[in-house]
C-alpha cells in the first residue's frame, strides 16, 4: 500500500527566505507526482507534475524534483512571500492506480511579512 | 485544463439527513473523482464516477452511505446519507481531463453535521 509522508507538517519563515517542502512516498512504482497548493477551506490548486521520467520541473519560483529510486520529491520555492503562505500538498498516483491519487498530511507554510 | 464548479460550497445538516452535492466541469471528461478532507487530515478517494456506469469505490466507502450519479460527460453528484457528526469534511470532486495526466480540483463543499 502507498505511503505519502511530508515533512515538516509546519513551516514558518521570514519573507524573501527559500522554502523547501519534502514528499516522501513507500512505492517506487508511481506514475507521476503533482505538488498542490491549498489555502484555508478551499479547493486544490495544481501547482506542478512530474511524470515517472523526469527529475525536475519548474515554473516561475518553483521547481520540483523526484527521485524515484529513493521514494522522495521536493518543492523549493524561491524568495518566498507572504502569499505564499498556504498548505502544500503532495500526491502521487501509481502506474497500476488507474488516475487514484495517494495524498501526503501536507505542509502548513506561514511566510511572514 | 478544467474548471470546476460545486455546489453547495457549505452547509450546516441536522444528523440523520442527507445532502446532495453537484459538481459541474467545463469540459466533457471519462471519469471524475470524489475526494473527502476530514479536519485537519488530507485527502481520501471516496470513488471514481465513469458516465454510463457505477462508480466504484475505494476500501471503507460504500454506496448505500455516499450514492453518486453521473448522468453526463459534464455533471456528477455525491450524496452523503443518514449523516453523522463524522461526515463533517471538505467534499471535492476532481476530474483528469483527456490528453493531460494533471488532475484539477473543485472549490470543495464545507459539510458540518450537527
Known amino acids: 500500500k502507498q505511503e505519502v509522508t511530508q515533512i515538516p507538517a509546519a513551516l514558518s519563515v521570514p519573507e524573501g527566505e527559500n522554502l523547501v517542502l519534502n514528499c516522501s512516498f513507500t512505492d517506487s512504482a508511481i506514475y507521476n507526482l503533482q505538488w498542490f497548493r491549498q489555502d484555508p477551506g478551499k479547493g486544490l490548486t495544481s501547482l506542478l507534475l512530474i511524470q515517472s521520467s523526469q527529475r525536475e520541473q519548474t515554473s516561475g519560483r518553483l521547481n520540483a524534483s523526484l527521485d524515484k529510486s529513493s521514494g522522495r520529491s521536493t518543492l523549493y520555492i524561491a524568495a518566498s512571500q507572504p502569499g505564499d503562505s498556504a498548505t502544500y500538498l503532495c500526491?502521487?498516483?501509481?502506474?497500476?492506480?488507474?488516475?487514484?491519487?495517494?495524498f501526503g498530511g501536507g505542509t502548513r507554510v506561514l511566510v511572514k511579512p | 485544463s478544467a474548471v470546476i464548479s460545486q455546489k453547495p460550497s457549505r452547509d450546516i445538516c441536522q444528523r440523520g439527513t442527507s445532502l446532495t452535492i453537484q459538481c459541474q466541469v467545463d469540459?466533457?471528461?471519462?471519469?471524475m473523482f470524489w475526494y473527502r478532507q476530514q479536519p485537519g487530515q488530507s485527502l481520501t478517494l471516496i470513488a471514481t464516477a465513469n458516465q454510463g456506469s457505477e462508480a466504484t469505490y475505494e476500501s471503507g466507502f460504500v454506496i448505500d452511505k455516499f450514492p453518486i450519479s453521473r448522468p453526463n460527460l459534464t455533471f456528477s453528484t455525491l450524496t452523503v446519507s443518514n449523516m453523522s457528526p463524522e461526515d463533517s469534511s471538505i467534499y471535492l470532486c476532481?476530474?483528469?481531463?483527456?490528453?493531460?495526466?494533471?488532475?484539477?480540483f473543485g472549490p470543495g463543499t464545507r459539510l458540518t453535521v450537527l
Open positions: 500526491a502521487v498516483r501509481l502506474a497500476a492506480a488507474g488516475n487514484k491519487l495517494t
Open positions: 476532481s476530474v483528469a481531463p483527456g490528453g493531460t495526466d494533471t488532475q484539477y
Open positions: 469540459s466533457q471528461v471519462t471519469m
